[in-house]
């Protein structure tokens, strides 16, 4: 199921530069879409590589992969005073992860350390909260904030794809939630007792979700980051 960028949003990102963490994961897809919707794509591996780009993507992957290497590149430290300075940043999946403050169920490494985020969305995630692999699952969610691809009869849902993807088990003040699975929308629905999980976040302009959408041609998603870079959103 695809859902292109709005009539308007087809060159959105026209003039912008807008970098993809490309250490491990499914950083093409999402290069893909930014430059789709007219944006240079930048696929971001060193420190200096963070310099001139108007936002960031941090894709979905393994979140203690990614934190690893972040540290090993020495991309880590640049990235967070990147974040905490205000530059834009949308995580899909192992990004959610990535930019949460608290993780409920912290990977740790040989020496017990817990595993590290960059921070800067005040939210607790849960990782691999929907399941193995072989529990991955689709289904449609109300989605706030597409108001832009709005037609007669409102925005159409956003088709959502769930990879051992993260839900959010606290929110801040200062978070506003843009999606939820309902229990029986979930691929197995008896792992969320009777209560819907938030999916999607947004604060400031740092946005969250735990589902992919660069993989099924949903490109609102990105859509939204982009019109979150420029003020419009």
Same mark, same amino acid.
């Given at each position: &199921?695809?859902?292109?960028?709005?009539?308007?949003?087809?060159?959105?990102?026209?003039?912008?530069?807008? $970098? *993809?963490?490309? =250490?491990?994961?499914?950083?093409?897809?999402? =290069?893909h879409v930014?430059?789709?919707?007219?944006? *240079?794509?930048?696929?971001?591996?060193?420190?200096?590589?963070?310099?001139? =780009?108007?936002?960031?993507?941090? !894709?979905? $992957?393994?979140?203690?992969?990614?934190? @690893?290497?972040?540290? #090993?590149?020495?991309?880590?430290?640049?990235?967070?005073?990147?974040?905490?300075?205000? =530059? !834009?940043?949308?995580?899909?999946?192992?990004? &959610?992860?990535?930019?949460?403050?608290? /993780?409920?169920? +912290?990977?740790?490494?040989?020496?017990?350390n817990p595993?590290?985020?960059?921070?800067?969305?005040? /939210?607790?995630?849960?990782?691999? #909260?929907?399941?193995?692999?072989?529990?991955?699952?689709?289904?449609?969610?109300?989605? @706030? $904030?597409?108001?832009?691809?709005? %037609?007669?009869?409102?925005?159409? +849902?956003?088709?959502?794809?769930?990879?051992? %993807? +993260?839900?959010?088990?606290?929110?801040?003040?200062? *978070?506003?939630?843009?999606?939820?699975?309902? !229990?029986? @929308?979930?691929?197995?629905?008896?792992?969320?007792? %009777?209560?819907?999980?938030?999916?999607?976040?947004?604060?400031?302009?740092?946005?969250?979700?735990?589902?992919h959408p660069?993989?099924?041609?949903? @490109?609102?998603?990105?859509?939204?980051?982009?019109? &979150? /870079?420029?003020?419009?959103?």
């Amino acid at each position: &199921m695809t859902t292109p960028l709005s009539l308007s949003g087809s060159r959105v990102g026209s003039g912008l530069r807008i $970098g *993809v963490l490309a =250490l491990q994961g499914d950083f093409r897809e999402h =290069l893909h879409v930014v430059e789709s919707a007219g944006a *240079v794509g930048v696929g971001v591996r060193r420190p200096a590589e963070l310099d001139g =780009l108007d936002g960031l993507i941090i !894709p979905g $992957g393994e979140s203690t992969t990614i934190d @690893k290497l972040a540290r #090993a590149f020495e991309l880590r430290d640049p990235l967070r005073e990147r974040i905490q300075a205000g =530059l !834009p940043v949308y995580g899909s999946c192992a990004g &959610m992860i990535l930019l949460a403050d608290d /993780i409920a169920d +912290p990977a740790t490494d040989l020496a017990g350390n817990p595993q590290q985020t960059f921070g800067g969305l005040d /939210i607790t995630v849960r990782r691999n #909260a929907f399941g193995r692999q072989r529990e991955s699952f689709e289904t449609d969610l109300e989605f @706030k $904030g597409l108001q832009f691809s709005a %037609g007669d009869g409102g925005a159409a +849902p956003v088709h959502a794809v769930f990879i051992r %993807g +993260p839900w959010v088990e606290r929110v801040g003040a200062c *978070v506003e939630v843009l999606a939820q699975v309902e !229990p029986s @929308k979930a691929g197995h629905p008896e792992s969320l007792d %009777g209560t819907a999980r938030i999916v999607a976040v947004r604060s400031g302009k740092l946005l969250a979700t735990s589902f992919h959408p660069e993989v099924t041609g949903e @490109k609102r998603v990105h859509e939204l980051f982009i019109r &979150m /870079i420029r003020g419009e959103a």
